[in-house]
């Protein structure tokens, strides 16, 4: 289960809804071991797509740089889908190289009638998909 708070689920549905139509993506760092997500590092997506998206190889290299000099773990990875439903694609799965991380996707199209953002958290493990259940608090 992803136990995460409202305001970091605000952050990563205002970086998507500003990104789009282009998927938006980036990573929420927490204490190493702690599977609680923390600090809101949103990054750009160089392949500046609607249906694809690619971390930028420097700033990668940077913020995992980052996250051992702060002794941080990529707690949650998130990207959005503009025109289909928050599950991972076939893509998606195949760069998942976090067993850790909660990948989360939130989808800007209303694709299910049930408003206009989906939020929903997975684990890709060897290129197994489970959705995990999200529980959103004020705090930790």
Do not use: W
């Not at 609607?50 to 773990?73: I, N, V």
């Amino acid at each position: 289960m992803l136990t995460i708070t409202q305001a970091l689920v605000d952050r990563i549905v205002a970086h998507a809804r500003q990104d789009h139509p282009d998927e938006a993506c980036g990573v929420i760092a927490g204490p190493a071991g702690s599977d609680r997500p923390e600090r809101f590092v949103p990054m750009l997506n160089a392949a500046r797509s609607p249906t694809f998206y690619e971390f930028d190889s420097g700033d990668l290299l940077k913020l995992y740089r980052e996250l051992d000099d702060r002794d941080e773990d990529p707690v949650v990875i998130y990207h959005s889908h503009t025109a289909t439903e928050a599950y991972p694609s076939r893509t998606d799965i195949s760069y998942a190289n976090e067993p850790g991380a909660h990948y989360v996707l939130v989808s800007t199209a209303d694709t299910d009638g049930a408003g206009p953002f989906q939020f929903r958290s997975f684990r890709i493990v060897e290129g197994e998909v489970t959705e995990e259940e999200v529980k959103i608090v004020e705090s930790y």
